[in-house]
């Protein structure tokens, strides 16, 4: 597959697709910019947890391509809730890759946080969080342990939704692909030969049995992507999307809901202002 080759899902409204010679550049900016953070730090690598799906993929393709497989370690770190499936892609994945990677069964961690306090069991959120965070810590030990920073997998559509845990999956020192909208990562997965099967996976969070982005969202992402492109990060307005995308008002809308209350996930947490006595 080629990365001009159709990557885009059969509803997607708008094309936001690179350029081969965007691509290219883009790869080497994201394999410079990896290494100007390692060595930034001083550290002698990176750690990254691998899930299966397509952004964490591409995120330890290019960090295999900028600091060498030998210096890139993965964690692949399945619950009970986690679909086989994308255990066994991300274990490939690694393996593939040559980089050094562990499993590490996170349920019996997440079963003594739950016995904690049993009270917060019932909720499906608080428990799926507990899932996502575990991974984090796991992420920062390992990577304090072996003098390395922590990569994350984050891409710029999760950022401006907030379709991310607070202080879980973007508890890390970098998002090299935080910058490109799912569309994109896709692209550029194909053109530095992630597997087609993986390019086009169903996105999923991993929280709970079942879970996907997109049905969580109630969109598919190229519908996401178009509305954050046209409308968050430019200026066109909700009636303008809504002709242009042909969607509907309520679409658009959940789109803009998403980023204005996930607008604490993406600044510091707040204090007051400074008092002068």
Not at 216 to 229: F, H, K, N, P, Q
Not at 244 to 273: C, F, G
Request: charge should be negative; glycine fraction near 6%.
């Amino acid at each position: 597959m080629t990365p001009q080759q159709t990557v885009l899902q059969n509803d997607a409204p708008l094309d936001l697709r690179l350029s081969d010679e965007e691509l290219r550049t883009i790869e080497a900016h994201i394999t410079s910019f990896i290494q100007s953070i390692v060595d930034d730090a001083g550290a002698t690598g990176a750690v990254l947890g691998i899930s299966g799906g397509i952004d964490s993929t591409t995120v330890a393709y290019l960090a295999a391509d900028a600091l060498g497989q030998e210096n890139v370690h993965g964690l692949v770190m399945p619950s009970e809730v986690s679909d086989p499936d994308n255990m066994s892609d991300a274990e490939w994945v690694a393996t593939e890759l040559g980089i050094p990677h562990d499993v590490i069964e996170i349920q019996p961690i997440a079963e003594q946080i739950f016995k904690a306090y049993p009270e917060a069991t019932g909720d499906r959120i608080a428990t799926g969080n507990v899932y996502v965070r575990t991974r984090a810590v796991l992420n920062y030990f390992v990577a304090n342990y072996e003098d390395s920073i922590v990569l994350g997998t984050g891409n710029r559509s999760e950022a401006l939704t907030g379709y991310y845990t607070k202080y879980g999956d973007q508890a890390v020192d970098c998002n090299p692909i935080g910058n490109l909208y799912k569309q994109q990562v896709r692209q550029l997965a194909a053109a530095i030969d992630v597997p087609h099967e993986l390019v086009m996976k169903t996105p999923s969070a991993g929280m709970w049995v079942g879970q996907t982005d997109e049905e969580e969202m109630g969109l598919s992402y190229d519908t996401v992507d178009a509305i954050l492109a046209l409308h968050i990060d430019g200026e066109l307005s909700t009636d303008a999307v809504v002709r242009q995308l042909e969607l509907t008002p309520a679409e658009v809308e959940s789109v803009v809901e998403l980023y204005e209350s996930s607008a604490h996930k993406r600044a510091m947490p707040p204090a007051p202002d400074t008092v002068r006595l």
